[in-house]
């Protein structure tokens, strides 16, 4: 029979952030009291706690966005080059002017690749966005048409289309992935898990430390109370029938959503990732 260490406390189970932000408050207090041994043992929970919020944010990243982790990233850089791309033919066609065939090509090779501007292409969705980039491309390097002499004419076109192509490519393969380093249900669960285990082995160090000397109570008792205020809160929400939400590791502040820890399916889900564009 596995008994855990977070079994033989009475506290409640808490979410990844509440856990963050008393142990960091705890290994602060601790190292100003020259407590080590609950130092070392608040650092190494903080440690884990710090890859389990990694890993609920890319777990709920995963359940809402249907596209990689890569994908938005990669989104503002082809963004961006298609944009440079227009700008670029813009440059040729200003500085050679109508009657050069520089500016001639240019503005040939900007009538056929973006015939109603690069935000046309930008603000497309992301999977219709990469196949109109793939079209544009095409375009550009289709064999013994005159867009493609004219693009290999352009100076420095052919070098910037080649770029534009790369980051095209790995975006297509991103909105593949959305599953890519994703944890499971299940691998989050005990991840969670095991962060309140050592977060309640944490407090057993600190009760093992102070044993037996009441001159320290003081010091025991600073330790202790970021434990039970953030164990207060959660019992207030529930006394209130409110669902205890998460707070912000770094300042204690309570996010917007959350869920009641522990729910059904064993995971306590992390707050809402801020928006994004949609696409």
Excluded: C, W
């Amino acid at each position: 029979m596995s008994i855990r260490s977070a079994d033989l406390m009475a506290m409640y189970q808490l979410p990844t952030g509440r856990r963050l932000h008393a142990l960091r408050e705890i290994a602060r207090r601790a190292l100003a009291l020259a407590a080590a041994p609950v130092l070392a043992h608040a650092t190494r929970a903080i440690t884990h706690d710090d890859r389990v919020q990694i890993m609920e944010a890319t777990f709920e990243a995963a359940n809402t966005n249907q596209h990689g982790a890569e994908a938005v990233a990669l989104d503002k850089q082809v963004d961006r080059a298609v944009t440079g791309v227009e700008l670029h033919l813009d440059a040729q066609e200003r500085v050679f002017g109508e009657e050069h065939p520089l500016g001639q090509d240019a503005a040939l090779v900007r009538r056929e690749l973006l015939p109603d501007g690069a935000g046309a292409i930008t603000f497309l969705p992301f999977a219709a966005q990469h196949e109109r980039v793939g079209a544009m491309l095409t375009i550009a390097e289709q064999p013994g048409t005159e867009i493609a002499a004219a693009v290999q004419r352009v100076p420095m076109l052919p070098v910037i289309l080649a770029q534009v192509r790369a980051l095209n490519d790995a975006y297509g393969a991103s909105l593949q992935d959305y599953d890519r380093g994703r944890p499971t249900r299940e691998q989050l669960a005990q991840a969670q898990a095991e962060g309140q285990d050592m977060f309640a082995e944490v407090v057993a160090a600190i009760v093992v430390e102070y044993a037996g000397q009441p001159e320290r109570r003081a010091e025991r008792d600073s330790l202790l109370e970021p434990v039970l205020r953030q164990n207060e809160a959660i019992r207030i929400a529930r006394r209130r029938r409110r669902a205890p939400v998460d707070v912000d590791p770094g300042t204690g502040n309570e996010l917007p959503g959350g869920e009641e820890p522990g729910s059904d399916d064993g995971v306590i889900p992390a707050p809402a990732p801020a928006a994004t564009r949609a696409h």
